[in-house]
């Protein structure tokens, strides 16, 4: 990798060393910026953009945890893999985010860090990706709204001032076109099947969507150094609802997810829900702190 472009190492055109084939976009790395001027660049605040990397890189670590929960639950082999993939896709993406932020904001902690040793509420996931998997049917709702809505975040960040970020962004926003690409077949299959399926899929696409409006809700942060999501909803809601029109289903008509005093995922204030994926998630980095393998 040389050092003007994070993913060069990624390129289709780059002879990978016998042994090291990279099948996921999560695998393969020993380390994620490795080559990368890390500084931050003139304009830009350190603390800003490290809490803004975080945000992003929270929701892509959280969704990736619910995304492997499918694993020996997925109604079709073939859909274990695929479901596993796309986590894997997340969770790289969150490796990089999280290594970012901890080079920001100059405290250097590692992406271990701050996946394992943070609390709850130092968490700043939308609460989206937190809510349990339900069934398959809800889980797509989720994972097509999710995909959506950061697939056009990405691409307006893949020309951010920071380079880091922009080259997350870039190569993300290929992986999340597939990842939508992936949950609108499943959105079509569902909805235009059998009475029940198209059902199931309704019921999941009204549970879900009360959580979609905190996508749009713009945190100060955002504002400061990032993309205004507010104005992302109106092209997100306009691809949803082509989507669901060919899939006969309806666009839901429900309030957002009330927040508490006004705070909600961004601000550090989670469902119970996430408390116990996180403890599922650090526990072995917890309980063997230290521990290399």
Partial sequence: MTDDHVYLSLSEATPEPEGEGRWAYGTGFAD??????????????????????????????VLSQRLIEWCTRAPELEEEVALANLGLDLLGQA????????QADG??????????????HEFRNVRLVE??????????????????????????????????LAAVAARG???????????????LRLGDGTPYSAQRMQAGLDAVWPLLEELFTAHPVEL??????????????RSLAAVLAEAGLAMPEVPGLATIGGRAGRDGVHTEELGLLLAELQVLARAHPGATW
């Fill in 32 to 61: 994620p910026l490795l080559g990368v001027d890390t500084a931050v660049p003139a304009g830009l605040d350190g603390a800003d953009l490290a809490a803004y990397c975080l945000m992003l890189g929270d929701d892509a670590l």
């Fill in 95 to 102: 490796r990089q985010l999280l290594t970012r932020a901890g």
């Fill in 224 to 237: 400061r150094v990032g993309v205004d999501p507010a104005t992302l909803r109106e092209p997100v809601l």
């Fill in 107 to 120: 405290s250097g902690r590692t992406e271990d860090d701050l996946a394992y040793w943070r609390e709850e």
């Fill in 131 to 164: 809510a349990p998997n339900g069934d398959f049917a809800y889980s797509i709702a989720r994972l097509l709204l999710f995909a959506t809505a950061r697939g056009a975040l990405y691409e307006a960040l893949a020309g951010h001032a920071d380079p880091v």
């Fill in 173 to 187: 926003a290929k992986e999340l076109a597939y990842h939508r690409e992936y949950a609108t077949a499943w959105t």
